[in-house]
């Protein structure tokens, strides 16, 4: 069973900057999507990035280009999202999440197409 450990979260005020991390215990296959999420109370998780593994391509919510960059350390299994300019609606649990394999019959912004998922992590933007 892979296991992702997230780290990063915290309490930053609007137009600050948060890092967050997350740590494979290993590779679900050489081709494979890793993606963050996040959620609030009384709404469904929401896709926030993606990136395929293989590749190195990346996609974006509407709401955070420009603000987010998703990236990876391939030699670590590690993957990151880069939080700038924050935002009070920001405020969520964030939660990282990978695919067993990536397929191109799905885009992979989901929650049902992911497998494996981390813990979550509070992200708190005050204003």
């Known amino acids: 069973q892979v296991q992702l450990v997230e780290s990063g979260g915290g309490l930053v005020q609007a137009g600050g900057s948060l890092n967050l991390s997350c740590v494979a215990s290993?590779?679900?296959?050489?081709?494979?999507?890793m993606g963050w999420f996040r959620q609030v109370p009384g709404k469904r998780r929401e896709f926030v990035a993606r990136?395929?593994?293989?590749?190195?391509?990346?996609y974006y919510v509407d709401s955070v280009k420009g603000r987010f960059t998703i990236s990876r350390d391939n030699a670590n299994n590690t993957v990151y999202l880069e939080m700038n300019s924050l935002k009070p609606e920001d405020t969520a649990v964030y939660y990282c999440?990978?695919?067993?394999?990536?397929?191109?019959?799905?885009?992979?912004?989901?929650?049902?197409?992911?497998?494996?998922w981390g813990q979550g992590t509070q992200v708190t933007v005050a204003s």
């Open positions: 290993e590779r679900t296959s050489s081709d494979h999507a």
């Open positions: 990136m395929r593994w293989s590749t190195g391509r990346t």
């Open positions: 999440a990978a695919t067993r394999y990536y397929s191109d019959n799905y885009f992979y912004t989901a929650e049902y197409q992911y497998d494996y």
